[in-house]
């Protein structure tokens, strides 16, 4: 990975990668974690801030050597060592993916309950990431919840969409099918594209047939 990629071309990258984007939000992956801390490298101001760059990159290349265990050892680390500082904060990020990755999903949600980023994308996921914890939990009324607000928190075509479609998945778990239908049905009006992909007609229908009377 280049150390001079800009956080716009990882912005662009993610959008347009398919197997980046959708990876990425079923599953909370290592490719996720790859670009909050890429990402990062763009916010780094002060020498608190500049202390845990040069840390930073170990979790990169422990990641890149696919040694999940070292780097959940480092993210643990930068985590208690920068807590408060974007550095910190991302691995928080990254750490809260990790723990997901390794089916520890209370660990998980504890870590990005905590994650407090001034970034669109990487706040957006993580809230997201969050619905997915309490979704693999069985807790499917705050999993529609989370991705309620992680859809809404900043409308796009890519993440808005995605988490409207996992908020109708979790309502169906729950037995809220009207909402379900209503989440399938703001996809199909507003976001076509992804509305074709999914074939959004089926699972409105779906959502419609076990609406109880």
Same mark, same amino acid.
Do not use: H, W
């Given at each position: 990975?280049?150390?001079n990629?800009?956080?716009e071309?990882?912005?662009?990258?993610?959008?347009?990668?398919?197997?980046?984007?959708?990876?990425?939000?079923?599953?909370?992956?290592?490719?996720?974690?790859?670009?909050a801390?890429?990402?990062?490298?763009?916010?780094?101001?002060?020498?608190? +801030?500049?202390?845990?760059?040069?840390?930073?990159? %170990?979790?990169?290349?422990?990641?890149?050597? /696919?040694? #999940?265990? $070292?780097? =959940?050892e480092?993210f643990?680390?930068?985590?208690s060592?920068?807590?408060?500082?974007?550095?910190?904060?991302?691995s928080?990020?990254?750490?809260?993916?990790?723990?997901? +990755?390794?089916?520890?999903?209370?660990?998980?949600? %504890?870590?990005l309950k905590?994650?407090?980023? /001034?970034? #669109?994308? $990487?706040? =957006?996921?993580?809230?997201?990431?969050?619905?997915?914890?309490?979704?693999?939990?069985?807790?499917?009324?705050?999993?529609?919840?989370?991705y309620?607000?992680?859809?809404?928190?900043?409308?796009?075509d890519?993440?808005?969409?995605?988490?409207?479609?996992?908020?109708g998945?979790?309502?169906?778990?729950?037995?809220?099918?009207?909402?379900?239908?209503?989440?399938?049905?703001?996809?199909?009006?507003?976001?076509?594209?992804?509305?074709?992909?999914?074939g959004?007609?089926?699972?409105?229908?779906?959502?419609?047939?076990?609406?109880?009377?």
């Open positions: 990975m280049s150390e990629i800009t956080k071309e990882i912005i662009e990258q993610f959008k347009g990668n398919k197997i980046l984007k959708y990876s990425t939000f079923v599953v909370g992956g290592i490719a996720v974690v790859v670009l801390v890429l990402a990062y490298q763009n916010f780094v101001s002060g020498p608190k +801030e500049k202390a845990s760059e040069a840390e930073i990159a %170990n979790g990169i290349m422990y990641l890149e050597n /696919d040694s #999940t265990r $070292l780097a =959940t480092e643990e680390f930068l985590v060592e920068y807590d408060g500082y974007k550095g910190g904060e991302v928080q990020y990254a750490l809260g993916n990790l723990y997901f +990755e390794q089916g520890n999903y209370e660990a998980a949600l %504890n870590e905590g994650v407090d980023i /001034d970034d #669109t994308y $990487l706040m =957006t996921l993580a809230i997201g990431t969050q619905g997915d914890c309490y979704s693999e939990l069985g807790d499917y009324k705050n999993a529609v919840k989370m309620v607000k992680a859809a809404e928190r900043e409308t796009n890519v993440t808005t969409p995605m988490f409207y479609f996992k908020a998945i979790n309502a169906e778990e729950a037995g809220d099918f009207s909402k379900a239908a209503e989440y399938y049905k703001v996809i199909k009006s507003d976001y076509l594209s992804f509305a074709s992909q999914k959004i007609d089926k699972f409105i229908t779906r959502a419609e047939n076990s609406v109880i009377e």
